[in-house]
């Protein structure tokens, strides 16, 4: 294999006399020598070093020459995005699968026979999913090597969905695509989603180490269920009198409905339903009731939220911790391979300091893949260095510019020679042209919709759009002036380095074409205009087109307010650095998807004929005798497991909790009670679990948002510039790792096989014997290519 640098500045471990490892075979393994006409390739290693700390990814790696382009080759963007559109691919396949989800709608009663998919076609793109995944597999094996392979659950765990996906898309093959819609490889898809992010991979372990904790109070919630229970069916006992009997006969008829009535009352949807027929007979039975919710819903409920967020965000921080780690274990093996590549600083006789020269370490970063905003800050703060050496610890300061908040900075205004123009910047940088194009578009959006309650009772045909038609173009040209008027201030660069402005500027344009496009087709406005339809859309939809992007224009002010500045600010973070929680979200929603295609599929029928018509469908349905708050009588035909795209929403109209006993009653009656576990088990997931915790790090984000503002000095017009990151977000709580845990952590590493000197460079050479444990890794390199040259034959 190549003898290749890894570490200049280290040594082999367990060095003897000679100061080479008794147990290092260099032709069996990638080794981590240096040799002097090798100075391209030390640069490569040290830029995937750093590069690896940056993106908190793990240096286990092999590092020689073949390896590093194979590893920067898989890190690039192209291969990421062509793995990423595999995995949406894979999982997009649902979709058309059988049972198809391309119709118009998924209502029972008139959903008409879906198009399928010809045998093959998905199979021919799961193929071309499963190759690609397989690629993947293969590179990551070369490049950590078998050991590390056997030693991660995740590349095992991927190798087996791989295997198992071959052999059961094998078997839908021969089977001509007649397998019964019993895919069992679709329901370990999401699989692919899941390791190929390493913060979705953290969040899931955490998420798993929390579970336990939460057992008790949850018991505890299952205990105050079980005793209320049994307390309701003592009290609510069957009478003699019909009359006194609803509240037993819908509610506490035998010991299953009886907890899931109570159950629903946890999440208040059924509130105050359950209660009303007891109250209705003597109103001292409210009390049972209230107690039950106000210590179900109000207290446990709540102190299951707050121990879910407290055991998920101790265990997210441990996680964050082996991040932070790993970003320290790369910028100091950069440091050690720089730091052999010139000669120590004498501080006196015996002490010498390890050091980079400021010269190298530019041409590393010129190399590295990284935000050009941090690229800048580091090379300015390494530039001040004054003798042109970075020492160990400056080393490490000069990347903890990457833990600071990034703020946008935006280009300075142009200089005009003309005084017109001079004093018009003048006057448009106090922010009159912001106040007054806020005032502009809440005048429109009040004209908009005092038309709108003028014209609610009104016919299309009895309509006027000539006042709405001036209005639009008079306050369209009010949003090109303040347009232009901004550019002319801030100049090109200046007017599109703020978000807003881009957001503004594009909407404006956009109105300003479809004004046109009116005036276009149906001329210039006039009184009683309301011409007939031209075109591909009439008169009414256009108009309707260009008030709901003037509406949507009016979200301008949100900048301007602090507080809704880091509401705004928040919501961008969530979507940009909490995308991890949502990938799981996306994966209990599709696991379950599958689960419920399989279990209730076509259980639920429509009573009627798909070839009647819709009036005739509603007449019919009327005629039938059905029980109040039923699934028939509310006609939710349109929630089941028909289909995939039905699946998902049937899921997520249980999650809000608004009316869910409706379906898992509906589907107990059409299949047994037992089903309602699955349905439970959802709720618990979703709503319970994962809603809960999802709000908590909302809280977490804004609370980290609010404290950076108050504690910066930018303006409040640049709150929402503000950038950060989970490891961010959490970064002031967790302990810097000492110098021993990331020396042991090299140490551990299989692919360095070197000892760090920590302190100081040794000034002993290698005819000093017995003298040091340890010696410069460039003589060590030498002698091994001296044995290894008496070795060959």
Not at 80 to 105: K, Y
Not at 242 to 263: D, G, V
Request: charged share 20%; aromatic share 12%.
């Amino acid at each position: 294999m190549e003898t290749s640098p890894l570490l200049q500045r280290g040594i082999l471990k367990q060095s003897n006399g000679h100061g080479t490892n008794a147990n290092f075979n260099p032709r069996t393994r990638r080794s981590s020598i240096w040799l002097p006409h090798c100075v391209d390739l030390y640069i490569r290693q040290a830029v995937v070093l750093i590069e690896d700390a940056i993106n908190y990814r793990s240096i286990k790696h092999y590092m020689d020459s073949r390896s590093l382009k194979l590893y920067r080759w898989y890190y690039s963007r192209t291969w990421q995005w062509v793995l990423n559109v595999m995995i949406v691919f894979i999982l997009g396949l649902a979709f058309i699968e059988r049972p198809s989800s391309l119709s118009v709608t998924s209502d029972l009663r008139y959903k008409a026979c879906p198009w399928e998919t010809p045998c093959g076609l998905t199979e021919t793109i799961e193929m071309l999913c499963f190759l690609t995944f397989t690629l993947d597999l293969t590179a990551k094996i070369y490049l950590i090597g078998w050991g590390e392979f056997w030693k991660c659950r995740w590349l095992i765990g991927y190798m087996v969905v791989i295997a198992f996906s071959f052999m059961d898309w094998t078997l839908s093959w021969t089977m001509l695509c007649k397998e019964h819609n019993i895919r069992c490889r679709r329901l370990l898809r999401p699989f692919f989603l899941l390791q190929n992010s390493s913060l979705m991979k953290k969040t899931l372990k955490s998420i798993k180490r929390t579970l336990p904790e939460i057992m008790s109070v949850f018991l505890l919630v299952v205990l105050h269920l079980c005793l209320f229970t049994i307390f309701g069916m003592l009290l609510f006992t069957r009478q003699e009198e019909s009359e006194t009997n609803t509240e037993w006969e819908s509610y506490f008829r035998n010991l299953p409905q009886s907890f899931t009535s109570l159950l629903v009352l946890l999440t208040t949807a059924n509130n105050p339903d359950v209660m009303t027929p007891a109250y209705s007979s003597n109103r001292i039975y409210s009390l049972f009731f209230i107690l039950f919710s106000g210590f179900g819903t109000f207290f446990l409920m709540n102190l299951l939220t707050a121990i879910i967020y407290n055991q998920f965000r101790g265990y997210l921080l441990l996680s964050i911790q082996t991040s932070i780690l790993r970003r320290r274990m790369g910028i100091r093996a950069a440091f050690e391979l720089l730091s052999c590549q010139q000669p120590a600083l004498t501080l006196s006789d015996d002490d010498m300091i390890e050091c980079v020269q400021v010269k190298t370490l530019m041409k590393v970063l010129r190399r590295v893949k990284m935000d050009s905003y941090y690229r800048q800050a580091i090379i300015k703060k390494a530039l001040q260095s004054h003798n042109g050496h970075i020492e160990r610890e400056a080393f490490q300061m000069l990347f903890d510019e990457l833990d600071k908040d990034r703020i946008k900075e935006h280009p300075p205004a142009p200089e005009y020679s003309s005084v017109i123009l001079r004093k018009l910047q003048r006057v448009l940088s106090h922010g009159i042209i912001t106040v007054g194009g806020n005032a502009v578009a809440l005048a429109n959006i009040i004209c908009i919709c005092t038309i709108l309650v003028i014209d609610s009772r009104k016919t299309l045909s009895q309509r006027d759009d000539y006042y709405l038609e001036l209005i639009n173009c008079f306050f369209i040209l009010c949003y090109l002036l303040e347009m232009i008027l901004k550019i002319i201030s801030l100049g090109w660069r200046g007017y599109f380095s703020h978000g807003s402005n881009i957001f503004d500027g594009f909407l404006t344009v956009l109105l300003l074409i479809l004004q046109i496009c009116v005036f276009a087709t149906y001329r210039l406005p006039y009184p009683s205009w309301n011409p007939a339809k031209k075109g591909m859309l009439p008169l009414y939809e256009m108009a309707h087109l260009v008030n709901m992007l003037i509406v949507v224009r009016f979200l301008r002010i949100i900048p301007n307010i602090k507080l809704m500045a880091l509401v705004a600010s928040t919501l961008m973070d969530l979507v940009k650095n909490l995308r991890a929680f949502v990938g799981i979200l996306v994966v209990v929603f599709y696991v379950y998807a599958i689960i419920g295609i399989w279990l209730f599929k076509g259980v639920i029928v429509s009573p009627t004929n798909i070839s009647c018509s819709h009036s005739q469908i509603r007449k019919y349905s009327a005629n039938v005798s059905v029980a109040c708050g039923s699934y028939e009588q509310l006609g939710y035909w349109a929630n089941n497991f028909d289909d995939f795209a039905s699946s998902l929403v049937l899921l997520y109209n249980i999650m809000v909790v608004n009316n869910w006993q409706v379906f898992f009653e509906a589907y107990s009656r059409h299949t047994s009670e037992w089903s309602k576990i699955y349905f439970i088990a959802w709720w618990l997931t979703s709503s319970v679990m994962w809603v809960n915790l999802f709000v908590a790090l909302i809280i977490e984000n804004f609370i980290y948002k609010c404290d950076r503002s108050h504690g910066s000095s930018v303006s409040d017009m640049s709150l929402t510039d503000f950038e950060t990151t989970v490891q961010l977000m959490f970064r002031e709580h967790i302990p810097e790792p000492t110098e021993e845990e990331i020396i042991s952590r090299l140490h551990e590493n299989p692919h360095l096989h070197l000892t760090l000197c920590s302190f100081r460079r040794p000034t002993w050479g290698p005819d000093s014997p017995g003298q040091a444990p340890f010696f410069c890794g460039c003589w060590a390199a030498e002698l091994l290519i001296k044995r290894r040259i008496r070795k060959q034959p």
